[in-house]
């Protein structure tokens, strides 16, 4: 991998293991501010209102697509990263041996200063769509080259020129097949839009709006509804929308079905035809569903939050998400299919290590966390979402982790009770975070406020423990320890390990004085213990009297 650009590396043999684990996070660190940054300013700001409202003309309506190249440019990246997914180690190996730490921290600096003039500029461009047309074409040319910087300077936070030029110059065929494969799928929605606008448009909005009405129902919002079924409008309160043709999911299906399409072309070999096409409906099913959720979630968040948001950056932004979270779906369902794949090749599968396995649970928390926290406000309504997705993950992994047999100890138990005890001393009383939650509560119908507190419960005293001890007690812990990743056996004493380890669980949680401390205490149970088992018990012990103890008080700001 990268023959000619060894040179300007050291070997992975002759460099300190340590340097590799720092390398490995400042990249990390790098692609979870380049998401935020994605996030923030796609999320604040929709180009497509300036072509909404003729706000400009001549050549400044390219400004008003950025929002479609932002989707392409998101969907060339996924294809890219499907059709390399066997090098990607590789890739990943390359750029950590090539960082240089004094030079991502420079160019870092430099790039979240530049995202500042980003911001910047695009509040005046994007944030008064009637005064658009107004601004000099050198506004229009300084925003080019703030993107240009902004992403020019997080690259090379991470790799040199000479990297960059041998890295595409090895990958230019996967790179060509991942712009062409994109134009593609690009042009079956287009297509999709011609064929669906004339003949099922229609069916497909009745349908949409009867699912979205129906999910609005089911969360309980059956007195704010308001409906006009004959015009297709939906809304709660004051809030009402039109489901038009082009919101009824149909551009959706056209790419779910290209990509459908390109993908069993390019692993024909794989599958069994003709029930191989049963991936078609699959995905065109889902996808749908999928936008009329996408309809429930906008009324909901135009009516709660802000009609602009919703309106706006949402209803633009979350067409492709669910684009891609049903194209990962119908891989899946095509590798864990049993009736379309070809008998030689179903035991094909990379193979999940400890380390990823006692990992993953908390970075799909964590991500599905930062996913439904963009769509609510106040009282966290989507938390079994997380429980869902994450209890899904956690049976995949379950195997792996190697914690049964388990046999538990007093000492967990003791350190539970302990843990719980001086948490309510410091965190203490507040009427103010109680109000809102029992008001969230009292919000929901009965039914959907006992599945939310089943849920709750679940994710509390199960899921949270599990997923955050095998991170921070296992993952983090050893790989700061420099010792072997593992669920059973003891571990070896490093004090700095614990500490950094212990306030990084600390400052997850909003508590996080008290969440370090209650961190020393689990580290402690499991560096004594000789299974991982003994820290998730106390853990879980914890939060289970937590829950008992505001359940009887209504103290609900302990959770």
């Not at 460099?15 to 994605?38: H, N, T, W």
């Not at 110059?169 to 062409?180: P, T, Y």
């Not at 928390?365 to 439904?372: D, Q, S, Y």
């Not at 669920?487 to 950094?500: E, H, N, Q, S």
């Amino acid at each position: 991998m990268f023959k000619n650009s060894v040179s300007m590396v050291k070997s992975e043999d002759q460099q300190p293991s340590g340097s590799f684990r720092f390398s490995a996070y400042l990249i990390l660190l790098a692609i979870v501010v380049l998401a935020a940054e994605l996030f923030l300013i796609s999320y604040q700001y929709d180009a497509a209102t300036l072509r909404r409202n003729d706000a400009i003309a001549g050549w400044k309506v390219l400004f008003s697509h950025l929002g479609d190249l932002a989707k392409l440019t998101v969907l060339f990246v996924c294809v890219w990263l499907f059709i390399s997914r066997d090098k990607l180690s590789g890739h990943w190996a390359s750029v950590r041996d090539n960082l240089n730490p004094s030079r991502f921290l420079i160019l870092m600096l430099l790039q979240v200063a530049s995202y500042y003039g980003l911001m910047v500029v695009t509040g005046k461009l994007f944030g008064a769509p009637l005064e658009a047309d107004k601004a000099p074409g050198m506004v229009y040319a300084l925003w080019v080259g703030f993107v240009t910087l902004v992403m020019g300077l997080w690259l090379l936070s991470q790799m040199s020129f000479a990297f960059i030029r041998q890295f595409v110059k090895e990958e230019i065929k996967s790179l060509a097949l991942a712009f062409v494969a994109c134009i593609v799928i690009w042009l079956c929605a287009m297509a999709s839009q011609l064929l669906w606008n004339s003949i099922l448009a229609e069916e497909l909005v009745e349908g949409t709006f009867f699912i979205s009405t129906y999910l609005l129902v089911f969360a309980g919002m059956s007195d704010l509804i308001y409906v006009e079924p004959d015009k297709n409008i939906l809304g709660l309160g004051d809030f009402v929308v039109q489901i038009a043709p082009s919101c009824s999911g149909y551009e959706g299906i056209g790419l779910v079905t290209a990509f459908t399409a390109i993908y069993l072309f390019m692993h024909r070999r794989d599958f069994v035809f003709p029930r191989a096409f049963i991936l078609f409906p699959v995905g065109a099913v889902l996808v749908w569903f999928l936008n009329s959720v996408r309809i429930a979630v906008l009324v909901l968040l135009g009516y709660y939050w802000s009609p602009d948001v919703a309106v706006g950056g949402f209803h633009s932004q979350a067409g492709w998400i669910t684009f891609i979270m049903t194209s990962i779906a119908v891989i899946w369902v095509a590798g864990k299919t049993r009736l379309v794949q070809d008998k030689s090749s179903a035991s094909k599968s990379t193979p999940i290590s400890l380390p990823i396995a006692t990992l993953l649970p908390m970075v799909v928390w964590l991500a599905v966390t930062l996913l439904t926290s963009a769509f609510i406000s106040g009282f966290d309504y989507l938390y079994p979402l997380r429980v869902i997705v994450v209890g899904i993950v956690l049976i995949r992994v379950w195997p792996l982790l190697q914690l049964t047999p388990y046999r538990p100890r007093l000492e967990a138990v003791a350190a539970a009770l302990f843990v719980a005890v001086f948490w309510v001393l410091m965190l203490g009383s507040s009427p103010e975070q109680n109000s809102k939650f029992v008001a969230g509560l009292d919000s929901m119908s009965p039914l959907w406020m006992g599945v939310w507190l089943l849920c709750r419960f679940i994710g509390s005293a199960l899921i949270i423990p599990i997923a955050e001890e095998l991170a921070f007690r296992g993952y983090m812990y050893s790989t700061l320890a420099k010792t072997e990743v593992k669920t059973r056996g003891k571990l070896p004493v490093v004090i700095v390990a614990a500490l950094i380890s212990s306030l990084a669980f600390g400052l997850l949680h909003g508590a996080w004085l008290a969440g370090t401390l209650a961190g020393l205490v689990y580290m402690a149970v499991r560096l004594r213990s000789d299974h991982m088992g003994d820290a998730i018990l106390a853990h879980a012990g914890t939060n289970g009297l937590l829950i008992i103890y505001a359940s009887i008080t209504g103290e609900w700001s302990v959770l």
